[in-house]
């Protein structure tokens, strides 16, 4: 990770400020996307100041990052561990905010995206409003949405940058483990929605779509990915189905009816030929015929 310009960070008014925004918070005296945003901006100053560490790659699941979350509490906040999860010491809301802020804070430094203080210039980094300045986020995100305008710099609220950092890691953090097969789902959704530019409408000119792929990728090209996942996802679909009885596919809303059971010809031909079926049995071969 490059390492960031951040003169004027002091850990000891960071872990007041933290500490009196999650009370905010609590209190509901302090707006929530706003004071998140500030944490995540102080965190990211710990971890620029080495006295916390980001977690390493993209695989960390809920458990993982909650342990994450509490061992910052420890470290620079002073709050014990054993006082973590209680109630009466720091509150669910507490908690979850600081959860919030360390997906921001996570994703904004293991991605570069925080900014050098010599890029900010003169900008304040967090808005009044709660709305960060952070790197251009297309390369991370692979979409443009979060900045139409491509600048190299964009001001992002709470929320998408909640969103950026689900980009990144899926629902890492926030349930089970991301798989291998999720995130590349995702960076190939993203590619596809990326693919497709929107110019909105101006004075001088009408509002406009275009297709923009990338070199060695063609629409063609395209249309056959689409064939292929098709067939994949049939494939899957009949091997999902395939374990049910025609029965069970059609109560859980899978197929309509018993006879598109993929099995459905060989189930009724194995039970004539075991012979003595009984009503079901029969009314299930005459929908062979």
């Known amino acids: 990770m490059t390492k960031i310009l951040n003169t004027t960070f002091d850990s000891k008014l960071a872990t007041g400020r933290i500490l009196n925004t999650l009370t905010g918070i609590a209190d509901r005296q302090e707006k929530n996307n706003t004071g998140t945003v500030n944490i995540a901006n102080d965190i990211c100053g710990f971890i620029i100041n080495d006295d916390f560490q980001i ?17 910052f509490a420890e470290i620079c906040l002073g709050i014990p561990e054993a006082d973590y999860s209680k109630e009466d010491k720091f509150k669910k809301s507490k908690r979850d905010a600081l959860r919030e802020a360390m997906k921001v804070a996570q994703v904004l430094m ?15 980094r967090v808005s009044n409003q709660g709305r960060m300045m952070i790197a251009d986020p297309y ?20 929320q998408d940058l909640l969103a950026v950092y689900s980009s990144v890691y899926g629902s890492a953090g926030q349930g089970k483990k991301v798989s291998e097969m999720s ?10 929605k990326a693919s497709v ?12 779509v275009k297709l923009v792929l990338p070199e060695g990728v063609d629409y063609d090209t395209v249309q056959t990915w689409h064939i292929e996942m098709d067939t994949a996802f049939n494939n899957m679909s009949v091997a999902f189905i395939s374990v049910m009885t025609p029965e069970q596919a059609v109560k859980r809303g899978y197929i309509d009816r018993v006879d598109q059971h ?9 039970k004539l030929k075991a012979g003595g079926i009984g009503g079901e049995g029969k009314r299930l071969a005459t929908l062979t015929k």
């Open 55 to 71: 977690l390493s790659g993209t695989k960390f699941n809920s458990t993982e990052f909650s342990a994450h979350c509490q061992r």
């Open 110 to 124: 293991a991605k570069n995206l925080y900014l050098n203080e010599t890029d900010l210039g003169k900008d304040k």
């Open 139 to 158: 390369e991370v995100t692979g979409t443009d949405r979060f900045n139409k305008d491509r600048d190299t710099a964009v001001r992002l609220g709470k």
């Open 183 to 192: 995130k590349s789902y995702a960076d190939f959704l993203n590619h596809l």
């Open 197 to 208: 530019i929107r110019t909105p409408e101006t004075i001088h000119n009408v509002s406009s």
């Open 262 to 270: 993929p099995n459905f010809e060989n189930l009724v031909k194995m």
